[in-house]
């Protein structure tokens, strides 16, 4: 990534990320961003960030701020493209991990902090994904109302109990459904999250800080269980690295 960055102003094509409100959640940001500049680093071409101040762009940051661009019209031959333009060929395929482009802001870290125990300092991971369907929310505000993801609720018992002597932290897009496994099984940690999708516009500025804080706690645990297809869950062991083990 350095030695992208050292070059970066010698190179003559130029590639601008436009992600706005509705374009997708946290991950689809990240996971976007980082398969488009796959491609720039391989063919010497400067990619920028468009700022389109939406919140989540206040709490996951670029570790280089000459990759953020406002106004697209200094460079008016760029090619400018947003998610859909890679819909179908987006992969998770990176040759440097998520930490050495973005990092986590102080507020996410302290907002972590306040939600998760502070003398658990080992744990392994859940998410799932129920999907838009489920958000408790008002529907009128959600885009994809019949999203729903396949889970098997018999592997997470499974997994949870195989793993008895271990924290368990598990993320999930519902509250209820939180509740329900934290009810169950004493080695379950949750948040007591306000939880939002931040690609809706009814979303709040807290709920867009504890979805982040939540991918910020996800990113630092030993390994994470992917109980449903997210891309939440893949960007955040990507972020450091860390074991995922996808069972769906």
Do not use: W
């Not at 601008?16 to 946290?26: D, H």
């Not at 697209?72 to 930490?99: E, G, L, N, R, W």
């Not at 889970?151 to 018992?157: D, L, S, T």
Request: net charge neutral; glycine share 4%.
């Amino acid at each position: 990534m350095d030695k992208y960055i050292d070059q970066f102003d010698l190179f003559e094509k130029i590639i601008i990320y436009n992600f706005e409100l509705g374009n997708g959640g946290i991950g689809d940001c990240i996971k976007f961003f980082m398969f488009i500049l796959e491609v720039c680093m391989k063919n010497s071409t400067r990619l920028y960030y468009k700022i389109n101040n939406i919140e989540i762009e206040k709490y996951i940051k670029l570790k280089y701020d000459k990759m953020y661009i406002e106004n697209i019209k200094i460079f008016p031959t760029a090619q400018v493209v947003s998610p859909t333009t890679y819909y179908s060929t987006v992969t998770y395929d990176y040759s440097i991990d998520i930490k050495d482009v973005f990092y986590f802001t102080d507020e996410v870290k302290i907002s972590s902090r306040c939600l998760f125990p502070r003398d658990v300092h080992s744990y392994i991971s859940i998410h799932l994904r129920l999907g838009d369907k489920y958000l408790e929310t008002d529907k009128q505000y959600v885009l994809v109302k019949n999203d729903t993801r396949h889970y098997v609720e018999e592997k997470i018992f499974k997994f949870i109990e195989e793993n008895y002597t271990k924290n368990i932290f598990f993320c999930c897009d519902n509250n209820a459904y939180k509740l329900k496994i934290k009810e169950k099984y004493n080695n379950i940690i949750i948040t007591n999250c306000d939880i939002g999708h931040t690609s809706l516009s009814n979303t709040t500025k807290k709920q867009v800080l504890h979805g982040i804080s939540e991918l910020y706690i996800l990113t630092n645990s030993e390994m994470i269980f992917a109980a449903s297809r997210s891309g939440f869950s893949i960007i955040a062991s990507k972020f450091n690295n860390i074991p995922l083990i996808v069972d769906i």
